[in-house]
Nanobody, 124 residues
Framework: VQLQASGGGLVQAGDSLRLSCEAS??????MAWFRQAPGKEREFVTV??????IYTADSVKGRFTISRVAKNSVTLQMNSLKQEDTAVYYC??????????????????????WGQGTQVTVSS
């Protein structure tokens, strides 16, 4: 499956930004967002599974919202952005057909397909 992410950009602290991601293919996937800041490891941001279950990292809870807008299309609404949100944001897709724990949803290795990444830069 191929993933196409879009919507990144340069914003000021306190602004909002919306990212979009669309996956190709006939199957329905669990869809997630991860991010990676310079010099840091890739970290989990949020996920929505095919049943609508959502997990969100504590660092963005209350500010970031994932939504499934079509079968394999999700958005990430990011409000009250902070400088520490600056990173390359990646969307990822995981297949159904196996069970996932909350921990596995938050683990990058659970996701077989990744988008190319979109840069989000938050200035002070």
């Amino acid at each position: 499956v191929q993933l196409q992410a879009s919507g990144g950009g340069l914003v000021q602290a306190g602004d909002s930004l919306r990212l979009s991601c669309e996956a190709s293919g006939r199957n329905v996937y669990h869809m997630a967002w991860f991010r990676q800041a310079p010099g840091k490891e890739r970290e989990f941001v949020t996920v929505i599974n095919t049943g609508g279950l959502i997990y969100t990292a504590d660092s963005v809870k209350g500010r970031f919202t994932i939504s499934r807008v079509a079968k394999n299309s999700v958005t990430l609404q990011m409000n009250s952005l902070k400088q520490e949100d600056t990173a390359v944001y990646y969307c990822a897709a995981a297949p159904t057909g196996r069970s996932y724990s909350m921990r596995s949803y938050m683990t990058a290795t659970s996701y077989a397909s990744w988008g190319q990444g979109t840069q989000v830069t938050v200035s002070s």
